[in-house]
């Protein structure tokens, strides 16, 4: 038996210590961009790669169950950013007291201001009536479509490019806009665009709405702790 770690530079398809090193960056400095885009389009190959990154995202059965709708006509723009603003103040009217003060001051204008916004959606019967892996667990489409999110967003942080994930609509809104087919879910509504800064912690951290939890609370060895379910 070897006693000692493998070195990683020996490991099956290891990185370079600078290669990881560029990969957790992109990780750790990854952020929600909300409206901080600058109005430059994009250029066609860097969108292109963007989506291939995407599309390279690990998928149960292989089903690859993503489309990803690119709308940058600003009509559209528009009629999608009405739909936010009547769902944002119902949202808001949730919230109490200060709470609800802070929530009205986050600027969400990024569908508007991004040069780009991608719709990325799932559709269930991609891999036909029986998928492997998603038999006992539906859900693993929408999961495998979120790993293309993420996908897409760290290729986006590595080229110096935000992303803002929009979820505070009605999803008959932004179907009826888009022409979205009954069967087919809306995973996310992504703006994407240069951005004239990038905050050093998420926004939420930085004006006090919440804090990221120490990693060792969230961590368990072997059993839920406590008693758990009987």
Not at 6 to 18: K, N, Q
Request: charged residues 25%; hydrophobic residues 45%; contains cysteine.
């Amino acid at each position: 038996m070897r006693s000692e770690p493998l070195d990683p530079l020996v490991r099956a398809g290891a990185f370079s210590r600078e290669e990881r090193q560029a990969v957790y960056r992109a990780i750790e400095t990854r952020r929600d961009v909300r409206d901080q885009f600058l109005p430059d389009p994009l250029p066609d190959d860097l969108v292109g790669r963007l989506l291939q990154a995407a599309h390279n995202a690990p998928s149960v059965g292989f089903m690859q169950p993503w489309n990803f709708l690119l709308v940058r006509g600003a009509e559209t723009r528009r009629a999608v950013h009405a739909a936010f603003l009547k769902a944002n103040g119902e949202a808001a009217a949730m919230f109490q007291g200060e709470r609800q003060a802070q929530y009205r001051a986050l600027k969400l204008e990024g569908i508007l201001k991004a040069p780009l916004s991608i719709c990325v959606t799932c559709d269930p019967t991609r891999g036909g009536g029986v998928v492997l892996g998603r038999t006992h667990n539906p859900r693993m489409d929408v999961y495998s479509t979120v790993c293309a999110v993420q996908n897409l967003w760290l290729a986006a942080r590595a080229e110096g490019v935000g992303v803002g994930w929009v979820s505070i609509f009605h999803d008959s809104d932004i179907r009826s806009i888009l022409g979205i087919p009954a069967h087919v879910e809306i995973v996310a509504w992504l703006c994407v665009g240069f951005v004239d800064r990038l905050y050093g912690e998420p926004e939420l951290a930085v004006k006090g709405w919440r804090q990221r939890l120490p990693l060792e609370e969230l961590v368990f060895e072997e059993r839920w702790p406590g008693e758990g379910v009987s």
